[in-house]
């Protein structure tokens, strides 16, 4: 995992894609340091836990297992596919 690469990320039906700022290993394991964007409805997650709880449950390193790495220019293109497809089916109806 490098700096300034692309990452997804899946918590509890929360889709969040960022870039990689930093990354260390400490015990054998890569962790990043993620810059995420629009993330909204994960901040607000944090937010209701942190209340619910009393405690900060964020995490702000993440193992590299618990990123996938991501081409941005494919998934616009992948996307971008899905919604001429989707436009097509509505003009069939």
Known sequence: MKIGQ?????YQGIRRYGIV???KVKD?????????LDDK???EAMSYLE???HKD???????ADQLKQIDPKKERKT???IIDYQKNMRKND
């Not at 054998?28 to 995420?36: D, E, I, L, S």
């Not at 449950?57 to 193992?63: K, S």
């Open 21 to 23: 700022e930093s990354t």
């Open 6 to 10: 692309a990452v997804f990320q899946d």
């Open 51 to 53: 209340e619910l709880r």
């Open 28 to 36: 054998r394991w890569t962790y990043a340091a993620v810059k995420w």
């Open 79 to 81: 996307l971008k596919k």
């Open 57 to 63: 449950l964020a995490v702000y390193e993440y193992r």
């Open 41 to 43: 409805s994960y901040e």
